[in-house]
Every structure is written in structure tokens, then in C-alpha cells.
């Protein structure tokens, strides 16, 4: 039987189907491969059904006999010897609010209810949701990290963004291409965002009503997200749910924002590559240098093109073709590329997938993918403080006091909205934080 190396996951997964008094036998539970070991039990498992079973590849000085059954073993084995294995232990992530605790137990385990909580978590605007949503937040983090330094420092997911105008055929092109990435056996989690009213604060959330097939997919996760009043819909939020998408297990994330037209770009920085979605009258060339999203684009695909939009298809694919060329080059090694695609008819999609993935492939060889990911953590946390800005202004005990009379001298015409705005700055005084 292979053996494989465990990593925090699989322990915690045995550790759920425990006796409580069984819990209590390990000192402390570590990797069993390649750790410094600092204590003296150890948790190892063998499950025949699904074929896990104890890493015996071991230094020779390393000696321990492991009690198999058939469900799980436990060993205890003298660490005296063990000094030449690494010193990286990776710890268990342990938290003592038993809500996230069990989100992230459930989310390690590929638990998709556990996921759909995690993500409402983060969404959550109220103070206790967002400590809780911190907490388990930091614990995916780590496990993601943990898992890169397995992958040899490269990611394993793969992070795309959609976007296009209103009636390009988004949801259908990502029902159609997560269908055949299910089947080829990966794990797709799509994020979709659609428009809140600016009424009544609601919002459809239709998107998983159009992917029915990839709905009831074991292997996909659709999530609809309200834009709740944001261009272009994405939000911190977006980001996090992304990452807890991630933590479940899923190795292809798609983000389809809701499609604004011009300025719908902020969903690049959250993603390895971004893909512009057009219909085949999307405007001629000159309408293409318009949009400052192409400058965005790493592909760009026309869809619906199948019966008799075919014709059209192919003369907007060679008019953005052409109007790519007029455009600054954003990498030396990657050139954008423009190709036509039926999500009805399933046409051009592998092809696009394979663009796709010939575009991961390059960006990881120059070093680019990894520096891009980390570039965009500092984007989002500048992102993170403008979101929060205007919430701690108007609460701030200088400003407060002072708002609702100054709004009535705007009203009424004694002030200028610039003049209004200078004086609450001028009253804004942040406050030397007490450590």
C-alpha cells in the first residue's frame, strides 16, 4: 500500500471520530513527516477502506511500532533519535469559540455547508461575526501556506475573474466550462456577484438558478453574492470568500462579477488571470480602445458564437485582435490573446482552457504568478482601510456631534459642500491609540 504523508487535515479528521478518552492519549499532534518532534505520542491512522495509511519511510534510528486495525492505529515511538528531521512543525490550528472551530474542521474536511457558513460569516457586518470571521480566517491562512511550502512554494489553486457587459453569456460560459473541469476531476467554487437594488437593498441572486446542471455538481460550489451597492460587486468580501473556497479544497475558483461596463476591473486584482467576456456586438475596434478593462484582459473570448452569429463572431474577434495591438504590453512574457467560443454548442472550450492553462503555466516558470499574489495583499489591505475610512470618520467622537448641523447649513445654503467637508476634516482628529 503507497504511503502518503498526513498533513494537519487528515489528523483532524481522525481526531473527530475518536473516543474522548482516546483524545486525551496524545501530548501533542504534529506532522508525522519531515518535523522536529518535540513530544513523545503521536497520532498515526491507518484507514484500509480508503487506503491511508502511516509514511514508514523514517530514519533507521527512528523506532516505532504501529498497532494497525482496521479502522485507525496508535503508536507511540521514541523521538530521542529524531533531531536530523526539520524543525517546521506545523501546528493545529485550535480555537476556543466552538463555532469556528467547527467551520474550520468542516472546511478542511470539504464540508460544502461548512463552507456556505464560513462565507456568510465573513459577509456578516456585525462585531462579533467579524472577530469570529478573523479567527477562522488566520487558521485557512495558515493551512494555504502550509500547503504552498508542500507545492514547492507555487499555489495550487487557480484564481480566474469574468467579466463583460449584461447579456455576454457569463453564467452560461461558466456552466459550461465548470462542467467539463468537474469531469476532467477538479474542484470548481464560483463566486457570483449580482447587482443589489439601490431601493430596497435586495438582490435576485440568479446566477445559480442559470447553472442548474453545475448546481447539482458534487464537485462545484456555486455562491451568489449580493453587490450591496459596490461598482462592480466586489467586495472584501469577494476576497475572503475566496480564500475560504480555497480551504475547502477547491483547486479552480471563478469570480463572475455582474458586469458594469467600463470600470468593471477591481476583480483583477483578486485573481491570477482575467478574462473579458464579449458578445459579438461588442463595437467595432475603436469601442474596444474605449474600454479600459481590455487593458485589463489576459484573454478575451467572444461568445455566443454559434448559428448565425458565427460571421460576426469572427470579424469582432479580429477587430479586438487588432485593437490589442494599438495597446501598452503589461508583460513581457504573456501577450493577450482574442478567440471565439459557443458555451451552447461546448465549441472553442477546451481550447480556451488550455489558453488558460498555458497561461498559469507561463506566469509560474517567470516567477510572476507568486509575485502578483503577493502584490495583491497589498492592494486589498489599502482597500480594506478606504472601506473602513468613512465608518470610522462619522463615528469619531470629534465628528459625530457635529454632523447632522453642519448637513442642515448645506441644506439651507450657509455652507458649501467643500466648505462642510473642510471643517469636518478640520475637527477630525485621530486619536494616538493606547497599547
Known sequence: MNSIRMGPEHILCVLNRLKPATKTLPK??????????????????ARHSIGIYTNTN????????????????????????????????????????????????????????????????????LAQKKSQAKQLLSGVLVHLRHEEKRNKNVPKTFRIGLTGPPGAGKSTFIESLGSQLTAAGHKVAVLAIDPSSSYSGGSLLGDKTRMQRLSHDPQAYIRASPSSGTLGGVTRSTNEAIILCEGAGYDVVLVETMGVGQSEYAVSDMVDMFVLIIPPAGGDELQGLKKGIMEMADLILVNKADGELKIPARRIRAEYTSALKLMRKRSQYWLPKVMQVSSLQKDGLPEAWETMQEYRHTMISHGIFQDKRIGQHKVWMWNYIQDNIMEIFRHHPDVKPHIAHIESEVVNGVLSPGMAADMLLGMFRVQKPQY
Request: glycine share 4%; charged share 15%; hydrophobic share 35%.
Open 58 to 125: 523514517l530514519h533507521p534510528k527512528c523506532k516505532f511500532k504501529p498497532c494497525i486495525s482496521s479502522s485507525m492505529c496508535l503508536c507511540q515511538r521514541n523521538v530521542a533519535h529524531c533531531s536530523h528531521l526539520s524543525k517546521d512543525i506545523s501546528k493545529i490550528f485550535h480555537c476556543e469559540d466552538h463555532l469556528v472551530q467547527d467551520l474550520y474542521n468542516g472546511l478542511l474536511a470539504g464540508q460544502r455547508a461548512s463552507l456556505a457558513q464560513a462565507i456568510t460569516l465573513v459577509e456578516s457586518g
Open 28 to 45: 501533542r499532534i504534529v506532522q508525522i513527516n519531515n518535523v522536529n518532534c518535540k513530544s513523545y505520542h503521536h497520532l498515526c491512522m
